[in-house]
């Protein structure tokens, strides 16, 4: 059954480091996601990606985060000079048409621990 | 007011007994409502989703949604204890983002 993998399954940064997370979604899904939860707290919305473009993104996701789709089958969430507060789990998301009218699918996550 | 809510829980209920999990949101234009299961320290695994008022049954579990209440339902019938968990209620308006409840959490005693 095709699954979304994500990598690196858990990573361990200083305060101020940058940090790539990457996922490659279902191979013939045009929608991305990313999405986090801290723990104990709700699955938060960060960013979806069309087209190679953002099509919409939270007040979370701000300059310090971007994402990139750099080849056919990667996408990646990059946070910059991160902070304590960024860790979290951080779930990547792929749907084949859209949250309205398609399932989104998700990783496995990828969690962020910000020292 | 929060955009979609959940009872937190626990809801613990024997098993072969019937779990029934609400979800109210605010938002009236929403178009779509997801159930997804979430065991602790994984990723959301979609159970179902619905559209349109009324219920809509997938196995031992029947989705239940009333626009005019901005009231959703899960229902889960025969429950087992692998069922046990947290069930995220989700809501979609348009587009691509899914807003998320905290989560009911779910558990089957056997």
């Known amino acids: 059954e095709p699954e979304v993998t994500q990598t690196p399954s858990h990573q361990v940064t200083q305060m101020g480091q940058e940090v790539i997370l990457r996922c490659v979604p279902i191979?013939?899904?045009?929608?991305f996601y990313w999405y986090r939860q801290i723990l104990g707290q709700k699955v938060e919305f960060l960013v979806s990606f069309y087209n190679n473009e953002i099509s919409e993104k939270s007040e979370i996701f701000d300059d310090q985060f971007s994402v990139e789709r750099p080849d056919g089958s990667n996408f990646t969430l990059k946070i910059r000079s991160t902070k304590l507060e960024d860790s979290a789990m951080y779930f990547c998301a792929s749907s084949g048409g859209g949250g309205q009218t398609g399932e989104l699918f998700f990783g496995e996550g990828s969690r962020l621990t910000v020292l | 007011q929060k955009e979609v809510e959940q009872n937190s829980g626990p809801l613990s209920v024997p098993e072969g007994a019937i779990a029934s999990l609400n979800c109210t949101y605010s938002?009236?234009?929403?178009?779509?409502f997801f159930w997804y299961r979430q065991y602790s320290g994984k990723s959301p695994e979609l159970i179902m989703f619905?559209?349109?008022?009324g219920d809509k049954e997938d196995g031992r579990f029947t989705a239940q949604l009333n626009k005019a209440s901005q009231y959703v339902s899960l229902l889960i019938r025969d429950s087992q204890p692998s069922d046990s968990a947290t069930y995220l209620c989700?809501?979609?308006?348009?587009?691509?983002?899914?807003?998320f409840g905290a989560g009911t959490i779910l558990r089957v005693k056997s």
């Open positions: 989700a809501v979609n308006r348009y587009g691509n983002k899914l807003v």
């Open positions: 191979s013939n899904h045009l929608y």
């Open positions: 938002d009236r234009g929403s178009q779509s």
């Open positions: 619905i559209y349109s008022n």
